[in-house]
């Protein structure tokens, strides 16, 4: 199985349950995704990288952003295109993206092509010219379809994450979030970063692996955590 396959099954099995909420604390931002909202940014993404910069399978990806829920869909995107994300900070990717703390870094590894999230609510463009040859993702992807389909299926065994000087498979990856033992139906709150390799695993997939759900905080005030776990019915604070 891939992690595709794994936000595929929970979609066809819940498409309404919330997947992923998204908290600011710092801007008192919040966002709820449906399994099916998050699969559909994850397809209009997917298909913006296969269809509008023309990757292919094997490609490599470099995420530069902070804990966000648009880190999560550009994980599932990625994966989806069958693209390898580069979490070791190494090596020359093809596609770099970034949000707006870390352009300078981004334009600085040359990549064919730089995407930039301006990170605002429900996803907006950017209010202010980018760099040239950056293209702000908020204005690509809104053209790009709700339903994916790659033009080479991807592979269990696929390349699709290096880091720490390991290249996993998709299957490997199913299998380390399977084996991180979430009881089913886990609702997880954290403040990792599901773009990271301190949180892919626990941040994303491993929630997507027993179909549950994540409540991802930015900028935490502590002392809303309580408040939280109960409103949001949190079982693994």
Known sequence: MTPAQLLAAARTADPASPFLTFYNDATDERIELSLTSFDNWVAKTANLLQDG???????????LLPPHWQGAVWMLAAWSAGLI?????NGAPDVVVT???TL???VAMKARDTL?????????RFTTPLPAGVLDYGAEVPTYGDHFAPYVP???SDLALAVDGTELTAADLVARATAVGLDAGARVLTTANPA???GYLDALLAPLAVRGSIVLVRNPKPERTD???ADERVTHP
């Open 99 to 101: 949000g707006p703390d």
């Open 154 to 156: 991807v592979a269990p």
């Open 85 to 89: 994300v580069d979490l070791s900070g």
């Open 116 to 124: 930039a999230l301006a990170l605002r609510p429900l996803g907006g």
């Open 53 to 63: 910069l023309g990757t292919e399978p094997g490609e490599r990806v470099a995420i």
């Open 196 to 198: 990271a390799k301190d």
């Open 227 to 229: 408040r939280r776990v």
């Open 104 to 106: 300078d870094e981004a």
